[in-house]
């Protein structure tokens, strides 16, 4: 096994059930892969996620000072903790900071009968 870092899971890979994530909440998955470590977040949005690549486009670092720390205190964006960027959940398009134009990596992950899954 590799300890480098990828930025892509294959499909198919249960991270777990959907509860883990509380609404409007964020979770951290780190997935051991043959080819290296991978980091991802998943936003829950009611019954669904979208799930984003553990980079900020800025300088490469991931997200969280804190773990599990991927979103403003309201909830309303996903922010840096190093450089306060802030993104669209949604979308993941920079809102602002020091990214203008930016966004960040999506990680294609769905919920199948109340699992989150890798797409």
């Known amino acids: ?4 870092r990828v930025f892509a899971t294959p499909a198919g890979v249960t ?3 959907l ?9 951290n998955y780190v997935l051991q892969l043959r080819a290296g470590r991978f980091h991802g977040f998943v936003v829950r949005t009611g019954d669904g996620v979208v799930g984003y ?17 991927y979103l403003t205190p309201d ?3 996903i922010v ?18 020091p990214c203008p134009g930016q966004s960040l990596t ?5 919920v199948c009968d109340g699992s989150i899954v890798t797409g």
Do not use: K
């Open 80 to 97: 840096c903790g190093w450089h306060a960027a802030l993104f669209d959940i949604a979308s993941g398009a920079c809102l602002g900071g």
């Open 106 to 110: 999506p990680w294609p992950v769905t």
């Open 75 to 77: 909830g309303s964006a």
């Open 53 to 69: 690549v553990d980079r900020c486009p800025h300088m490469g670092l991931p997200l969280a000072q804190t773990l599990d720390g």
């Open 19 to 27: 509860g883990d994530v509380a609404e409007g909440a964020a979770r």
């Open 15 to 17: 991270l777990g059930p």
């Open 1 to 4: 096994m590799s300890d480098d």
